[in-house]
T-cell receptor, first 113, second 119 residues
């Protein structure tokens, strides 16, 4: 069974204070790892897809990296508008999980001005 | 971009009535859509996979007779909560899968969600 664990559960940062969110996973044949941002009362917003270890992707103040066991979402010089819940999900190749996403519990990020 | 819409965004109904939620992919075709349920301060829970032109596949523990799914076209899937009860109150979110390659996992794009309150 695919599993995703995100840490920390909650993270409070001052504006401009860079940090990283962690996503550890176990999956039978990784077909893709996804990062989403979710604001309260809204659906998840797609950020990145990573397919293989060593891959990196960037978008504005966010950078996602991937190893064989975990992914990091690095936030550089965050702003209050970056406050949200960040969700990590994996798509595996095994059996009944094919095509489905397994989500972590999310990291609640709060950036104070 | 890839835009997915849901309608309605809010619905309040009486216990025993049925509620239909629509999910549309606006700028791409989606042979597969997914329906999720999210409780407060929890992550997304997959309810069912909706395939265009075929029956939906439900996750273990999800009542297929209560949550009816129809995927009539490549851009529209509907979820009907039949004989709704207060315990069905939740945030329902759909996603549409966009193909990105043969061997790679397709990215799922999510709708804005529908909040259901059953009185």
């Amino acid at each position: 069974e695919d599993q995703v664990t995100q840490s920390p559960e909650a993270l409070r940062l001052q504006e401009g204070e860079s940090s990283s969110l962690n996503c550890s996973y176990t999956v039978s044949g990784l077909r893709g790892l996804f990062w989403y941002r979710q604001d309260p009362g809204k659906g998840p917003e797609f950020l990145f897809t990573l397919y293989s270890a060593g891959e990196e992707k960037e978008k504005e103040r966010l950078k996602a990296t991937l190893t064989k066991k975990e992914s990091f979402l690095h936030i550089t010089a965050p702003k209050p508008e970056d406050s949200a819940t960040y969700l990590c999900a994996v798509a595996g190749a095994g059996g009944t999980s094919y095509g489905k996403l397994t989500f972590g519990q999310g990291t609640i990020l709060t950036v104070h001005p | 971009g890839a835009v997915v819409s849901q309608h309605p965004s809010w619905v309040i109904c009486k216990s025993g009535t049925s509620v239909k939620i629509e999910c549309r992919s606006l700028d791409f075709q989606a042979t597969t859509m997914f329906w999720y349920r999210q409780f407060p301060k929890q992550s997304l829970m997959l309810m069912a996979t909706s395939n265009e032109g075929s029956k939906a596949t439900y996750e273990q523990g999800v009542e297929k007779d209560k949550f009816l799914i129809n995927h009539a076209s490549l851009t529209l899937s509907t979820l009907t909560v039949t004989s709704a009860h207060p315990e069905d109150s939740s945030f329902y979110i759909c996603s549409a899968r966009r193909t990105s390659g043969f061997l790679r996992a397709e990215t799922q794009y999510f709708g804005p969600g529908t909040r259901l309150l059953v009185l």
